[in-house]
Nanobody
């Protein structure tokens, strides 16, 4: 059983920062890509950033403000969010593509989501 546990969300004012973390645990043989989506009410789920091995990619909407990083030894992915705007308000969802031994195969797993609210 694979679980993704997210932390770091909360309520902040515009211009402030948050750091999200997502740790994967359970039947993990190999973690492939990890990353973050976000979803605001009435909007479709949006890819924020992705990490594949030592390569990373950020969405244009967060370029220059958000930074994704990864600690492979801890099976953990981070999202450093600076200069937060009201438009960043959403539920942030961690995902990971993980190969497991039992049952054998590769699957995408999702965290429970953590709320980020940016408001004055």
């Amino acid at each position: 059983q694979v679980q993704l546990v997210e932390s770091g969300g909360g309520l902040v004012q515009p211009g402030e920062s948050l750091r999200l973390a997502c740790a994967a645990s359970g039947d993990i043989f190999r973690v492939n890509d990890m990353g973050w989506y976000r979803q605001a009410p009435g909007k479709q789920r949006e890819l924020v950033a992705i990490s594949i091995s030592n390569s990373t990619n950020d969405a244009d909407s967060v370029k220059g403000r958000f930074t994704i990083s990864r600690d492979n030894a801890k099976n953990t992915v981070y999202l450093q969010m600076n200069s937060l705007k009201s438009g960043d308000t959403a539920v942030y969802l961690c995902y990971a593509n993980i190969f497991s031994r039992w049952p054998r195969g590769t699957m995408y797993h999702w965290g429970q989501g953590t709320q980020v609210t940016v408001s004055s």
